[in-house]
């Protein structure tokens, strides 16, 4: 027996809907890989933004401040966020024209990896922005992370720590360790000692708080204290810091710091993980 030959235009048929299944999925990536482009783009733009409205952002944030790398013990600055974003963007960019270059091309098998090849890189740009724009919103609207800089808080925290600060659903107790704004100074990490209404005191001998003394561990017993000695009585809406360090410390008691507004504590501090060996809470220390 002798099979039946297709007829030629059954051929020709079979050809043209293996074309057509080509270009559609061709089509698909394009149109897949631009579009991860275009999200590249919108999210560096909007990390960029959050990082220059949010004070947050642009004061603790990493887009804007470089991170610390050590060579042979040797510092080096680098930023990275932006570095890493100025990367992605152009990098896009290039890929984008590249990409425009097989728009009339789709229906040719040997673009199929080619347009893979684009696709994956498109979607791991994505992905890295997306972390980068997560990170900033973060950074603007939830936590931050700051140096420790000098002596004031020892020897609760040192100089060089480095620790995370909340500013989303602030709240503030007595002793908890926070940052404040300050116009003199800048920003200072100090623990909170009084509060609205409160009478703190104090003397060679030591603190008082509502004529309590106060014997908490994480104050120097460096007696006598020689600074801003005196009684203060915290008004509303303000609060009443010292550093740990007390006989070297700019706080509450420094007539150009003075009691803080409540609208200038920045954050609460909530985590050092900054030596690792010193990771961990600091304010239930």
């Known amino acids: 027996m002798h099979q039946e030959e297709k007829p030629l235009s059954a051929y020709f ?7 057509i299944e080509v270009k559609d999925r061709a089509t698909k990536r394009y149109k897949i890989t631009r579009r991860n482009i275009v999200l590249v783009i919108i999210a560096i733009a909007l990390t960029v933004f959050l990082n220059m409205v949010s004070p947050q952002a642009r004061d603790f944030g990493l887009f804007f401040n470089p991170l610390v ?3 042979d013990g040797v510092p080096f600055q680098i930023y990275f966020f932006p570095l890493l974003s100025l990367i992605l963007v152009t990098y896009t960019l290039f890929l984008y024209t ?6 009339d091309s789709l229906t040719y098998f040997t673009v199929q990896e080619t347009l893979k090849k684009y696709q994956e890189r498109a979607a791991l740009s994505r992905f890295v922005a997306l972390v980068l724009l997560s990170v900033s919103f973060v950074n603007a609207f ?11 808080m020892e020897p ?16 503030y107790d007595y002793f908890d360790i926070v940052v404040v704004d300050t116009q003199s100074y800048g920003y200072l990490v100090k623990r909170v000692i009084g509060l609205p209404g409160d009478t703190v005191l104090i003397a060679e001998d030591g603190v008082y708080l509502n004529s309590e003394k106060l014997d908490n561990y994480y104050l120097i017993n460096d007696l006598p204290l020689k600074i801003g000695l005196g ?20 706080d509450s008691r420094t007539p150009s710091v003075g009691m803080v ?13 900054w030596p690792l060996h010193a990771f961990g809470s600091v304010n239930d220390e």
């Open 13 to 19: 048929d079979a050809a043209l809907q293996r074309q």
């Open 69 to 71: 790398l050590i060579f």
């Open 98 to 103: 590249r990409l425009v270059r097989l728009r």
């Open 142 to 152: 939830m936590f931050s992370i700051a140096d420790v800089r000098g002596e004031s």
């Open 156 to 171: 609760s925290m040192s100089n060089g720590e480095t620790v995370i600060i909340r500013h989303y659903r602030l709240t």
């Open 231 to 250: 009684q203060y009585t915290v008004p509303d809406d303000h609060v009443f810091v010292l550093g740990d360090n007390l006989n070297n410390s700019t």
């Open 261 to 273: 507004e409540s609208d200038a504590i920045y954050g609460r501090v909530v985590l050092r993980y």
